[in-house]
């Protein structure tokens, strides 16, 4: 009973205990608690972090558990009751203290840099910015630092979400950090006698240099500039000062400047006038009184052209940058830059407001921009330009033409330039040499601290150092490979992230030619970058010109609407392609990529008329045998002829590069090859076999076309065999070429694949001297040419339809593919034939084709009495043999998928005609990127991704890989080993590409 009793009033008792504890801190309550559970002997959970008397740690269930005591049932449901009560209870204060904790982090949006301190690190970049976090750690490095503080990308999200305007906290947060800036530096913004005068910077998590807008002097009004010219001594210095706030201010905030090219900026009309005025040509050589009179000017501007006055409060100055700066990360330049780089646009942009320090208080003052090692070649050298008594903007904006900053990089500048020695800009070395040897040091520390090269911007005021920003640096495909291997020799990084460090799609520069990047040139027009390198040529508009040309030694460039495989002579002759319709799955750029030629395709801006012999690009008029220079690699269409350089190759870092990627990848990596000539290519560049031979490319010689047409327009099949009986010794001459090209190594042929009508004449004058060769009524002919015609025809009799339909057409190649085998096994050379049947959709196509070319394969081996390895598989490159790969796995030895073809028909798209369109869809976010030329993992991936794992299923060991133009995209490349394929297929040029993006994607693992 007493117990009992007790038990009933428990209740009320603990209802006093809660009512008592309401009233005492949160500290006692707990410890009250705590000790009336331990006296009433229940079980209670420590609290968390407590020790035991062996100094562990313990957990409250552990303790609760030792301090359990044996009572009655009832009274162990009671105990029980109340002890959940009391976890719940524990469970809501933790969760309320984690939403307090969380929903005070969430409100922090401002993070101090300087005076030794930082509330930031390097590694916060996705809320600080690239610039912010790396302030941030420099300054925590205790490197010379102008303080400041960081308003996160959190706010440019909110910013843009809210309808432009800001969480309600910030403007508390920005005056208690501006605060802290005017504590370390003895200044106070706004203040009439000591300004405090600030810069506000952007800073996204990505680089984006030159993007997004910046303001300099800012908190200069008609009466800080006195405390400035007093705290300076130098009236010139805080007019130029005033003047330079003025003109970003109009620009960058207040939004005064050119609409468009053909406009001058008005600020700098102004500048100019007054210079002509005073007969200088130099901004440096204007007086204070002419800087004075030019911010008068510059305002009068202002509110003549906008109706606006100058704000002359610094805090609505400061305000006016801060949304300017995060305004700017949708100006159409930031949009474009970061569509050509996939930086996606909710990153937003940091916004850094920093205490000024002035490179342009005189002649013992600088700014510049330092790389910790030669951004063009990677040499181990500091490297960079500095302009003295200027402002950071004056280095990039080409006003005055910058100094190097050593000794030697000045001499060697000199040289090429002819300059003798008295006349040689002198360096920073020899101006401020103890500035030089600081930089040194600070670029060694920074690149050791960040393992990678950087490149800084610094000032220099009144002979101090300043740091104002490090990245990692920009630099070229030679460089990044130098430098990742040199940092490994060195062991600042280890061979993984050395192989990390190089953009793998970037190494196309290492082997083609590039446009030298001091030379002058004239944009015309810009297509897409569909085969890369450079080339300079004349103008031709058809591939009998650019033969005829080639073999008189003229150098062309090969200008078409768009190309077929009737220009194949005229393609493989010329120096580039340009055509004014198609993408990088172009006819054009397929074939130049094989080839190993620069190529630009679909640049609309080009008008060709061909019956002219000329095209126009925009006001500039192109005629057949003027020169023109492409670009490939940016798409850029340039007048004239101008200087091309041809990178090493593979040797060198590079080599080094490539062996440490080989070592470490899974992905084999094979080329796109139908030439003994890019066999050879593409071994040199470490392809491990052949994954697609394209045997229709061979059939537009101009000694077989005639053959193959008549084989097509054959009346019967003994017309059909006896045309095909001609074309089969050239087809094994084309194979023993190639196989033996490859000894040793797989070659997978595909069999005749695109509709007949592609090798047919388009045009009535053409088939007419078809009639003539062919001695055959021209009726007739061009009747059973129109016979051939469809609506639709890479739908249509093409591929696997056309062996089944006329056997006989697959039968001669495949004899021929094992033909060429034999005889070469005969001479001891080793080969591996894989044929390839193409555009299967139902299993019984495959079916009856391999057994088709089994028996014919049997036949040569019988016949010739030598034993070749060889075996028979498919191409999936239509959805339902996607689908249906269990059952299609029954009948092939491998899978190869034809991701062109597959993206074609998985989209619905025309990847000749689809760039119509697709351009808008990549610019207008409704696909990041073209589908053609980079894999879309989550649609036509998931086809593959089905293939893969329903083959497999039946074939455990079953070969696939893959031979689409994506086989050399490296984002492809990382999802074909994230699947599981044996082996990605590219052209020639691209191998070295896929080679590090399959080591790559190994290390990503």
């Not at 313990?58 to 959940?84: D, E, P, W």
């Not at 330092?370 to 990677?378: E, I, L, N, Q, Y």
């Not at 490979?481 to 970037?506: C, H, P, Q, W, Y």
């Not at 440490?660 to 796109?672: G, S």
Request: hydrophobic share 40%; charged share 25%.
């Amino acid at each position: 009973m007493a117990r009992r009793t007790q038990g009933k009033k428990r209740p009320a008792t603990k209802s006093k205990s809660r009512t008592a504890a309401k009233r005492r801190p949160a500290a006692k309550r707990t410890a009250t608690k705590a000790t009336k559970a331990s006296k009433a002997g229940k079980a209670t959970k420590a609290k968390a972090g407590s020790k035991t008397k062996s100094g562990r740690k313990t957990t409250g269930r552990a303790t609760a558990s030792r301090k359990t005591v044996s009572r009655k049932k009832t009274t162990r449901r009671a105990a029980t009751t109340r002890k959940t009560a009391s976890r719940k209870k524990v469970a809501r204060r933790t969760v309320t203290a984690a939403s307090r904790k969380a929903t005070s982090r969430a409100a922090k949006y401002v993070y101090f840099f300087g005076g030794g301190k930082a509330e930031g690190r390097a590694g916060m970049k996705n809320l600080l910015g690239g610039k912010g976090a790396n302030l941030a750690e420099m300054a925590g490095l205790g490197l010379p630092v102008p303080p400041g503080f960081s308003i996160s990308t959190e706010v440019c999200t909110h910013y843009y979400a809210h309808g432009n305007k800001y969480p309600s906290s910030l403007k508390k947060e920005v005056a208690k950090h501006l605060a802290r800036v005017e504590k370390v530096v003895g200044r106070t913004f706004g203040d009439r006698e000591n300004p405090l005068l600030v810069s506000v910077r952007s800073g996204a998590r990505a680089s984006m240099p030159g993007m997004l807008d910046t303001v300099l002097n800012l908190g200069l009004n008609d009466e800080t500039v006195q405390g400035l010219i007093a705290a300076s001594g130098s009236p010139r210095f805080a007019w130029d000062s005033y003047r330079r706030f003025v003109q970003m201010y109009g620009d960058v905030v207040l939004g005064l400047k050119p609409e468009d090219n053909s406009q001058t900026d008005p600020f700098e009309d102004i500048l100019e006038a007054k210079k002509h005025a005073r007969g200088v040509e130099l901004d440096t050589d204007l007086t204070a009184n002419d800087l004075q009179e030019l911010v008068a000017e510059f305002k009068a501007l202002i509110l003549r052209r906008l109706n606006v006055e100058f704000p002359d409060d610094p805090a609505e100055q400061l305000w006016g940058a801060i949304g300017a700066v995060f305004g700017s990360w949708h100006n159409a330049r930031a949009n474009t830059y970061r569509r050509l780089y996939g930086i996606p646009d909710e990153w937003g942009t940091a916004v850094n407001v920093q205490a000024m320090v002035f490179g342009n208080l005189g002649d013992d003052c600088a700014t510049g921009v330092a790389f910790s090692r030669d951004p063009a070649t990677g040499a181990k050298l500091l490297y960079g330009d500095f302009l003295v008594n200027a402002q950071g903007e004056d280095v990039v904006a080409g006003i005055r033409t910058p100094q190097t900053l050593t000794k030697a990089a000045s001499q060697e500048l000199a040289r090429q330039q002819s300059v003798p020695e008295h006349e040689r800009s002198r360096s920073l070395e020899e101006l401020m040499p103890t500035c030089l040897g600081q930089l040194r040091k600070i670029a060694t520390k920074l690149e050791r601290h960040y393992r990678d090269m950087h490149d800084l911007e610094f000032t220099i005021e009144r002979g101090r150092l300043w740091m104002l920003q490090t990245r990692n640096g920009k630099r070229t495909a030679p460089a990044a490979v130098k430098i990742a291997v040199d940092m490994a020799g060195e062991r600042l990084i280890d061979r993984n992230t050395a192989l990390l460090r190089v953009d793998a799609g970037s190494i196309d520069q290492l082997l083609h030619p590039m446009i030298d990047p001091t030379a002058d040139k004239q944009l015309i027009a810009k297509g897409v970058p569909a085969s890369p390198g450079a080339a300079a040529g004349e103008v031709v508009f058809s591939a009998d010109e650019a033969e005829a040309a080639a073999n008189e030694g003229r150098k062309v460039i090969l200008v078409r609407v768009e190309t077929s495989p009737e220009d194949i002579h005229g393609m493989n002759v010329a120096e580039g392609i340009l055509t004014s319709r198609g993408g990088k799955a172009s006819h054009a750029a397929v074939v130049a990529r094989g080839m190993g030629k620069c190529c630009v395709a679909g640049c609309g801006d080009l008008d060709i008329r061909y019956d002219g012999g000329f095209f126009n690009a925009g006001d500039h008029r192109v005629q057949r045998g003027d020169w023109i220079t492409l670009n490939g690699s940016t798409g850029e269409v340039f007048l004239g002829n101008v200087p091309t350089i041809r990178p090493e190759g593979e040797t060198g870092e590079f080599a080094t590069l490539m062996k440490w990627a080989d070592k470490v990848r899974r992905l084999r990596v094979r080329t796109n090859a139908d030439t003994p000539n890019d066999a050879g290519v593409a071994r040199r560049f470490g392809a491990e076999g052949i994954g697609l031979c394209r045997t229709e490319h061979m059939f537009f010689e101009p000694d077989r076309i005639e053959k193959v047409r008549a084989m097509i327009l054959a009346e019967d099949a003994a017309g059909r065999k006896a045309a095909l009986a001609m074309l089969q010794p050239m087809q094994k001459g084309d194979f023993v070429g190639i196989l033996k090209a490859m000894a040793g190594l797989p070659v997978t042929i595909r069999l005749l694949d695109p509709p007949l009508h592609e090798f047919l004449p388009h045009s009535d004058e053409d088939t007419a001297d078809l009639a003539r060769t062919m001695n055959t009524d021209l009726g007739d002919l061009i009747a059973r040419r129109d016979k051939l015609k469809e609506m639709n025809p890479m739908l249509g009799f093409r591929g696997c339809r056309l062996g089944v339909v006329f056997p006989e057409i697959y039968l001669m190649q495949v004899r021929a593919i094992m033909e060429a085998a034999c005889e070469l096994a005969g001479q001891g050379v080793k080969v591996l034939p894989e044929i390839m049947i193409p555009l299967i959709g139902h299993v019984n196509e495959l079916k009856q084709l391999r057994a088709e070319a089994d028996t014919a394969c049997r036949e040569v081996i019988t016949k010739t009495g030598k034993k070749v390895a060889y075996t028979i598989g498919t191409m999936i490159e239509v959805p339902r043999a996607a689908l249906t790969a269990d059952e299609i796995a029954g009948e092939a030895e491998f899978f190869s998928f034809g991701t062109n073809d597959l993206t074609q028909m998985g989209f619905g798209l025309s990847r000749d005609d689809a760039w119509n369109f697709l351009p808008h869809y990549v610019e207008n976010g409704i696909l990041d990127v073209d589908p053609f030329a980079s894999l879309d993992q989550t649609g036509i991936g998931e086809l593959v991704r089905i293939a893969v794992a329903k083959g497999r299923k039946v074939k455990k060991n079953l070969k696939i890989g893959i031979c689409g133009e994506h086989g050399g995209d490296p984002s492809s490349v990382v999802f074909c080993h994230e699947v599981g394929l044996d082996y990605v297929s590219c052209s020639p040029y691209r191998v070295p590409i896929a080679r590090l993006a399959a080591a790559q994607a190994a290390l990503a693992k």
